[in-house]
């Protein structure tokens, strides 16, 4: 079946949003040279070669940032990470904000969605089947 294999975040802020995602989650972002005309693109690598997951890109935005009562226009990614409680602090650290709680996946883990400094919308998700 199609899955996903590349993911692209928009930003404002290059070089913020860039500090963040490496200070928060230590990716390794780069700029890449791709054709001349496009704008600059980054790549995004979030693991490890063989480790499950996928990595993207990175790219200053065209256009308006949608309004706040406008509806959501993108995917929505998950980082999985080991403890949500220590990566709702490293989020508030390095400029993002947490915008729910953590919430209990029965069976599965604990999550909790969060902005970047770009406003962009995750989520972060701890496996565990015991959260309940």
């Known amino acids: 079946m199609p899955s996903i294999i590349h993911f692209e975040i928009h930003v404002d802020n290059a070089k913020r949003a860039i500090d963040f995602y490496r200070s928060t989650f230590g990716w390794k972002i780069e700029k890449w040279d791709g054709p001349t005309e496009a704008p600059d693109y980054y790549l995004v690598t979030t ?19 949608p309004k706040g009562d406008e509806p959501i226009r993108a995917f929505v990614c998950t980082i999985d990470v080991p403890s949500v409680d220590e990566y709702m602090k490293k989020i508030e650290l390095n400029g993002g904000k947490v915008t729910t709680s953590k919430m209990a996946i029965t069976g599965m883990g604990w999550m909790c969605y969060a902005n970047d400094t770009e406003g962009n919308l995750f989520g972060i998700m701890e496996n565990d089947e015991r959260a309940a």
Do not use: V
Not at 47 to 63: D, F, M, Q, V, Y
């Open 47 to 65: 693991k490890a070669e063989g480790e499950p997951g996928i990595n993207g890109g990175l790219l200053e935005r065209e256009g308006l940032f």
